[in-house]
């Protein structure tokens, strides 16, 4: 269900593995992020993905519980890469299943806004310039304290 | 009481070294403690990890606040704010 790795992940096959013999999924919502090429005004040519091993799975189990909890979810599947990515590198896989698509479109966004300000990945982004640790950005937050109300 | 304390990201760089095991005082009961600690050192820790400056704490793997209280043999990891995804 949940997967830290270097290697790349074949969506087609992610998402034919969770609706495998399932009738009862209705709605199977995915998201992938990606490497830009350009962040905040810097070309970047290569990037570097940092995690905490041990901490990074259970950060990502607990979002995904806390969404079991919230909608009635059939399967999920949260991919992470690590390591060296380049621009059109897909970053992260989450998929989820639902009965119907309201519920597949939000817990999905759910497991995104907070994989983004809770588990523990960092990124080194490599420009002409130079590398440098991508700041938190401040709307990341406000897109998960949204699910607090 | 021992506990290892573990570094990501810029904190790894600019410590330079991504983790260490530390035998601490009796004074040194929480993670606010621990922090002050680390400061006494002088540069870099001082400034690295200033009241002003945004940093996490997590302890045995959860995020934890200043006020928790360190227990034996803790694991205990400072990193910036986190950017995946």
């Keep these: ?149 | 009481m021992k506990c290892q304390i573990l570094y990501f990201a810029r904190m790894r760089e600019v410590f330079a070294t991504p983790a260490e095991e530390v035998a601490l005082p009796d004074s040194v009961r929480t993670i606010a403690d621990l922090l002050n600690w680390l400061r006494a050192r002088g540069e870099p820790w001082c400034s690295e990890l200033a009241a002003g400056k945004t940093f996490r704490v997590a302890l045995n793997q959860e995020m934890a606040s200043l006020d928790q209280i360190l227990t034996d043999a803790a694991e205990v990891a400072i990193f910036p704010p986190v950017t995946g995804g």
């Design chain 1, 1 to 149: 269900m949940i997967r830290v790795q270097q290697e790349d992940f074949d969506v087609a096959e992610e998402l034919r593995q969770m609706r495998a013999a399932n009738p009862a999924i209705g709605a199977l919502v995915s998201f992938v992020g990606l490497v830009r090429d350009l962040n905040e005004g810097n070309a970047i040519s290569c990037m570097m993905l940092e995690h905490y091993p041990g901490m990074t799975e259970k950060s990502l189990l607990q979002i995904v519980v806390a969404a079991q909890q919230r909608w009635p979810l059939l399967a999920v599947r949260v991919v992470h890469r690590i390591g060296p990515l380049v621009p059109c590198d897909q970053i992260v896989l989450v998929a989820v299943a639902c009965a119907h698509r309201g519920d597949a479109f939000a817990a999905c966004e759910f497991i995104m806004d907070y994989l983004k300000t809770k588990a523990p990945f960092w990124k080194k982004e490599q420009t002409p310039a130079g590398s440098h640790w991508v700041d938190a950005r401040e709307t990341d937050g406000r897109a998960a304290a949204r699910w607090e109300n």
